[in-house]
C-alpha cells in the first residue's frame, strides 16, 4: 500500500494532484486572511514577489552537498523578509507556498510524511521570522530563528527516512541536525553579511514602510 502511494505521489498525475490540492488549501487560508484584515491584497502582492524571488534564487546553487540541500543565493531571505514585514502568519503562508512551488519544480519524495517536513514544514518555518518584526534587531533575530526552524522540520526528516546514512558510532539526530545545519548555516551566514552592509539594510526598511504604508 506505502509503495503504491509513493509510486503515484512520484508521479506527474500524483504531484499535480497534491500541488492543487495543497495550493487550493492555501487560497482558502488566504482568503480567511482577507476577510478577517489580517492579509491585505497589497501584503499579497509584496508576499508574491518575494517568493518568485526565493523560487527563482533557489535554483541559483553556491554549492550542493552530496545527500541532498544545497548553499544557494540567499534565497530563504526572502521568506524571512515576508515574515519580518507582515508578521508570523503571512510569513509562515508564504514559507508553505515556497516549500510547495520547490515541491513542484525539484521534488525528491521518499515518503509522504518526508515529503511534507521538507518541504511545507520546513520551509514554512522560515516565517517564523515575523515573531521578532517590532524588535531591535528583529530581522537578524528572525533570520536566525527562521533558519534554525527549517533545520529542525528537515533534521527530523532525515532522522526518520535517511538514518541509514549516518556514519557509525555517529547518533542520527546529531548527524541529521549537523548536516542540515551545516549548508543552511552557511547560506544563514551569507545572508547575514549581506545584511549587515548599511546600504542594503536602509533598502530594506525602505521597502518595509512602501509595504505597510
Known amino acids: 500500500m506505502l509503495e503504491a502511494v509513493n509510486a503515484f505521489l512520484e508521479s506527474l498525475g500524483g504531484q499535480m494532484v497534491l500541488s492543487g490540492v495543497a495550493f487550493t488549501c492555501l487560497l482558502l487560508i488566504a482568503g480567511v486572511m482577507l476577510r478577517r484584515g489580517k492579509f491585505t ?45 507582515f508578521g508570523p502568519a503571512v ?13 513542484v519544480l525539484d521534488p ?13 514544514v520546513a520551509f514554512g518555518l522560515l516565517g517564523l521570522s515575523g515573531l521578532f518584526a517590532n524588535r531591535k ?23 526518520l527516512f535517511f538514518a541509514e546514512y549516518t556514519p ?23 545572508t547575514m553579511a549581506i545584511i549587515c552592509v548599511p546600504a542594503f539594510r536602509k533598502a530594506v526598511e525602505v521597502v518595509r514602510r512602501q509595504a505597510l504604508a
Open 108 to 120: 525528491y519524495i521518499v515518503h509522504p510524511v518526508q515529503m511534507i517536513l521538507d518541504y511545507p
Open 41 to 85: 491584497p497589497k501584503m499579497m502582492s509584496y508576499a508574491a514577489i518575494c517568493i518568485a524571488l526565493a523560487t527563482v534564487l533557489s535554483f541559483a546553487k553556491l554549492f550542493s552537498a552530496p545527500y541532498g540541500g544545497s548553499v544557494t543565493a540567499c534565497s530563504m531571505f526572502f521568506i524571512i523578509l515576508t515574515g519580518f514585514w
Open 137 to 159: 534587531y528583529g530581522l537578524y533575530i528572525g533570520l536566525i530563528v527562521g533558519v534554525f526552524g527549517r533545520i529542525l522540520g528537515s533534521t527530523l526528516s532525515g532522522v
Open 91 to 103: 510569513g509562515i503562508l508564504a514559507g508553505i507556498t515556497q516549500g510547495l512551488l520547490q515541491f
Open 168 to 190: 557509525a558510532g555517529m547518533h542520527s539526530l546529531w548527524y541529521s541536525f549537523v548536516y542540515n545545519g551545516s549548508y543552511m548555516g552557511i547560506e544563514m551566514l551569507i
